[in-house]
């Protein structure tokens, strides 16, 4: 009997994506683009010309904007190749069509 795979991430192979962690320091300041490479039935990932995306480093958000101290900053870190861990992963998307809209309230 043949296992069903629960996400088929295929057609993601060769192309760019996003990938945001989950848990902890590490989703507080970890958004990864970079090429898929590879990836298994656990959703561990292989990401290679990666770059991490800075958040806003600030000991206490300001109080008229709360968000502020997890808004995406334009600074980056590039980190080559990386495997992403499945059990770590909050959020893959592709990079093709994501474009910043102005906020409607």
């Known amino acids: 009997q043949k ?5 088929d991430m295929s057609k993601y192979v ?3 994506v996003r990938v ?3 848990g902890g320091r590490e989703a507080n300041r970890r958004a990864v683009v970079g090429v898929l ?3 298994d039935a656990l959703l ?3 990401l290679d010309e990666a770059h991490e995306y800075l958040k806003a480093r600030r000991a206490a958000p300001r109080p008229q904007d709360p968000t502020d101290a997890y808004r995406l900053l334009d600074e980056t870190r590039p980190m ?8 770590s992963i909050m959020l ?7 474009e910043e809209i102005a906020n409607p309230f």
Do not use: E, H, Q, W
């Open 20 to 22: 945001k962690f989950m």
């Open 44 to 46: 561990n990932l292989v």
């Open 3 to 7: 296992k069903a795979i629960v996400l």
């Open 14 to 16: 060769d192309k760019s």
């Open 37 to 39: 490479k590879g990836y």
């Open 92 to 98: 893959v998307c592709p990079t093709d069509g994501l």
């Open 80 to 87: 080559g190749l990386m495997v992403c861990r499945g059990t």
